[in-house]
């Protein structure tokens, strides 16, 4: 059962920018709406790593490598996240998944996004 779905990746120059979304189609709005959500990316070769979350309230987190870059939102009457993406480097290039930062759901395709020097 498909329970998250990311879009928006593709291949920019650096400097680029790019907008991702994960919706959640099949959650009810009293489900989706508490969770902390968060973006993940994989690099090839590398472990997942944890870039971005948001919480209920709507507070952001960032790890330090896309910090002043990344900006995460939420919709919660849509059941969407997104993830902006502004002055893209080249090792931005990943795999770009979103999940529940505290109760993992089943991990989506992802979305691939790469950047070029």
């Known amino acids: 059962q498909v329970q998250l779905v990311e879009s928006g990746g593709g291949l920019v120059q650096s400097g680029g920018s790019l907008r991702l979304t994960c919706k959640a189609p099949?959650?009810?709005?009293?489900?989706?709406?508490?969770?902390?959500m968060a973006w993940y990316r994989q690099a090839p070769g590398k472990e997942r790593e944890l870039i971005a979350s948001?919480?209920?309230?709507?507070?952001?987190d960032y790890a330090e490598s896309v910090k002043g870059r990344f900006t995460i939102t939420r919709d919660n009457s849509n059941k969407k996240v997104y993830l902006q993406m502004n002055s893209l480097k080249p090792e931005d290039t990943a795999t770009y998944y979103c999940?529940?930062?505290?109760?993992?759901?089943?991990w989506g395709q992802g979305t691939h996004v790469t950047v070029s020097s």
């Open positions: 948001i919480t209920a309230d709507r507070t952001t």
């Open positions: 099949r959650m009810i709005f009293s489900v989706f709406s508490p969770k902390t």
């Open positions: 999940n529940d930062k505290n109760n993992k759901l089943s």
